[in-house]
């Protein structure tokens, strides 16, 4: 289907719109945000918000250009779920770190108590 009938769809708040998307861009929406977070999981929850937000989004936006319309979409929200990702009380890798940390610190007892 041509983007412009997309777009028509969109605004007519018909939910086809939806599905002609994710057949038309499905895969490059993804592919876009899996370059971004790196994680095959969050790379679908970000094209499947990519679909939310662009319900939202029209009307009253009316894009010229439907794909760099997604693209765009799909990058904000895959950039902001990188950095919700690596925020860092939630960043994984700090937990190794602070667990080798541990061997480093100075027991109760130091030598100069036991005489």
Same mark, same amino acid.
């Given at each position: 289907? !041509?983007?412009?009938? /997309?777009? !028509?769809?969109?605004?007519?708040?018909? &939910?086809?719109?939806?599905?002609?998307?994710? %057949?038309?861009?499905?895969?490059?929406?993804?592919?876009?945000?899996?370059? /971004? *977070?790196?994680?095959?999981?969050?790379? &679908?929850?970000? %094209?499947?918000? #990519?679909? *939310?937000?662009?319900?939202?989004?029209?009307?009253? #936006?009316?894009? $010229? /250009?439907?794909?760099? @319309?997604?693209?765009?979409?799909?990058?904000?929200?895959?950039?902001?779920?990188? !950095?919700? $990702?690596?925020?860092?009380?939630? $960043?994984? !890798? @700090?937990?190794?770190?602070?667990?080798?940390?541990?061997?480093? /610190?100075?027991?109760? $007892? #130091?030598?100069?108590?036991? @005489?």
């Amino acid at each position: 289907m !041509e983007d412009h009938r /997309i777009v !028509e769809l969109y605004l007519l708040r018909d &939910e086809t719109a939806i599905k002609q998307t994710t %057949e038309k861009y499905g895969s490059r929406l993804q592919a876009l945000a899996y370059g /971004i *977070v790196d994680d095959r999981q969050t790379a &679908e929850e970000c %094209e499947n918000d #990519t679909y *939310v937000a662009t319900w939202n989004a029209i009307p009253p #936006t009316r894009p $010229n /250009i439907l794909s760099a @319309f997604l693209g765009k979409i799909a990058r904000n929200i895959a950039l902001n779920r990188y !950095e919700y $990702n690596k925020a860092q009380k939630r $960043n994984s !890798e @700090f937990d190794v770190v602070l667990s080798e940390l541990e061997e480093c /610190i100075a027991a109760k $007892n #130091t030598v100069e108590d036991s @005489f």
